[in-house]
């Protein structure tokens, strides 16, 4: 493990520091009983001992990498009144708008709130650059383990660090441009692109939708069209882009598909990397093909392994070293993802009953705080979706980041509800 930020740790802490518009991972719990606040304080107690407990501090040498830090501080629970059980999504967006700081703290936050039907809320927010979703579900099972973060670096171990940083940005360069010609997905397919700026800078919060289904019916879908449940996963999110107009059926779709490089014992802060697949439409709108997906995805997945990536990735050593006024720059040619699928799979029951009681179901999703709709529009992003499941739930959060395809969460609502009803998944809204 290192001390030093991943280009993702940096990319995440820029677009919090340089950009304006950090980005925080927020896992919500829903539980059929009152959990006790004095569980939710050793909780907090726990987590500030663990892999969030970290701070970033800036480097002494020019081209030498950040690094972490500890920080043991335990930030106090927030406490809410009791939420109706129709206005659990509010909530949640309440305790993801929350003011991280991973330089300063606290770099995350826990909330808990009763339900009126008896039942209880848990949130638990963090900054992206502090963790990714495989160190916010690593960071609740091992809850009360000591984790060693960060060490006294001395002058010359910056300088050692600008000398190997620029040795790998000039590799990178060299690997980019011997594979300039590669492509993640064939001509023609449908992606985002960067648009013109629109005057204007109205506030926006981009509508989430969350939605339980049986996940053995969900299984038995995807089984039933010859795919597997991430491919029907792909599916169902191309088909809510398709029938929101915001793509048409003449062409394929690129999906981006988040992949986790977490090993045992892993303590990066981020360690995802990703793969892209094209998604072909029928002239009806449909999806019907999921046997197709899943070997493009396989694919992918195999070239990943084998390290066969898109030539821009060679170039993050770069991009580290860049000052944050060019990174700013680049930021603004870099559009946000068309379709971005997140599978998290089964979640470990350690994480699923934090304090020991077991939730009903889990909704795991990423949110970018402070954004407008005119810079959405110019991002030029579409639909984010993430997968996960809790016993025999499965719990879809649908995220629509194109305001004019995408207007508000009733839409968005119906658009995935109508997803679901064309596999046979019957859905039930948080």
Excluded at 1 to 21: E, N, P, Q
Excluded at 132 to 151: F, L, P, T
Excluded at 194 to 212: F, S
Excluded at 386 to 399: E, I, K
Aim: charged share 25%.
């Amino acid at each position: 493990m290192t001390d030093r930020l991943t280009y993702d740790d940096d990319l995440f802490l820029r677009a919090d520091r340089v950009l304006g518009i950090p980005v925080v991972n927020q896992s919500v719990w829903r539980f059929p009983e009152r959990l006790g606040p004095e569980a939710v304080d050793e909780l907090a107690r726990s987590l500030a001992v663990g892999r969030l407990g970290r701070l970033v501090v800036r480097s002494r040498v020019p081209g030498a990498r950040d690094r972490w830090v500890r920080c043991g501080a335990v930030t106090p629970v927030v406490r809410s009144a009791p939420v109706e059980p129709g206005d659990v999504l509010g909530w949640a967006d309440e305790q993801a708008d929350v003011e991280l700081d991973p330089e300063l703290g606290p770099p995350w936050q826990l909330a808990s709130a009763p339900t009126t039907d008896g039942g209880e809320l848990l949130s638990l927010a963090v900054s992206h650059a502090v963790g990714d979703g495989g160190a916010h579900i690593a960071s609740i099972v091992e809850a009360g383990r000591n984790v060693h973060i960060g060490r006294q670096t001395r002058l010359r171990d910056d300088v050692r660090d600008s000398v190997a940083q620029v040795v790998r940005a000039a590799r990178g360069i060299r690997t980019a441009v011997q594979g300039r010609g590669m492509v993640s997905v064939p001509p023609g397919t449908q992606s985002s692109s960067v648009r013109e700026a629109e005057p204007g800078d109205e506030p926006c919060r981009p509508p989430l939708t969350v939605l339980d289904c049986d996940a053995r019916v969900w299984e038995d879908a995807a089984l039933a069209n010859g795919g597997s449940g991430n491919a029907l996963l792909v599916a169902i999110a191309v088909e809510i882009l398709v029938a929101s107009g915001r793509v048409g059926p003449d062409a394929p779709v690129k999906v981006s598909l988040p992949v986790s490089a977490r090993g045992g014992d892993d303590l990066r802060a981020n360690a995802t990397t990703g793969v892209s697949v094209a998604v072909d439409v029928g002239p009806d709108g449909h999806v019907g093909d999921l046997a197709t997906i899943r070997a493009r995805s396989k694919t992918a997945f195999g070239s990943l392994r084998s390290g066969r990536v898109p030539p821009v990735r060679a170039l993050e050593p770069l991009v580290q070293l860049l000052p944050d006024a060019l990174v700013a720059r680049l930021a603004r040619s870099s559009p946000a993802p068309l379709c971005l699928c997140s599978n998290l799979g089964t979640l470990p029951k350690d994480f699923t009953a934090p304090t020991g009681v077991p939730a009903t179901s889990v909704m795991m999703r990423s949110m970018t705080r402070l954004v407008t709709r005119s810079l959405l529009r110019q991002r030029g992003g579409g639909l984010s979706i993430w997968w996960s499941r809790t016993g025999d739930t499965a719990t879809l959060a649908v995220l629509g980041l194109d305001p004019g395809h995408f207007p508000d969460e009733p839409t968005l609502r119906r658009l995935t509800t109508g997803a679901l009803d064309r596999w046979g998944l019957r859905a039930t809204s948080w």
